[in-house]
């Protein structure tokens, strides 16, 4: 299990306990002696110029601007699919991932516009300006 679900999990077990120590089923919470807290991650991270090289050798233009995207603005995959024309702002530089209809997921084998996986997700992510021909 990752150790964030396995946090997630002992959250879960220690609320249970502290509702049997409220019922007086128990007298103390056993997850308390426990170091269960998940060490946080160090995630790598791509440079700009990484990033540039890494979509240079992509052959699909789409496909590298998804990933350019992608790495600067951190959106998932479905939020990327879900983009419109009207969700970016090329004067501005942002692009909008709409609470209801941003994602685009998999239902049944069917695509649907649905909202995306986290709040977080949601709303204006800025962009960097590029040269017309920044991905090769």
Known sequence: MAPKSAEDVMKVLSRIFNN???DG????????RLKWHAAPKNR????????LQLASHIRHWGYQVTVTAAAYTG???GELAA?????VD???RWVYVDPEIGALKDLGGHAVLGPPKTAAGTGPS???????HSCG
């Open 44 to 51: 790598p991270w791509a440079t700009p110029d990484q990033v």
């Open 83 to 87: 983009l419109q024309r009207c969700n």
């Open 75 to 77: 959106m998932r995959f």
């Open 25 to 32: 089923r128990i007298s103390r919470n056993p997850c308390l």
């Open 126 to 132: 800025a962009f960097p300006r590029f040269s017309p």
């Open 20 to 22: 049997a120590i409220d």
């Open 90 to 92: 090329e004067e501005c």
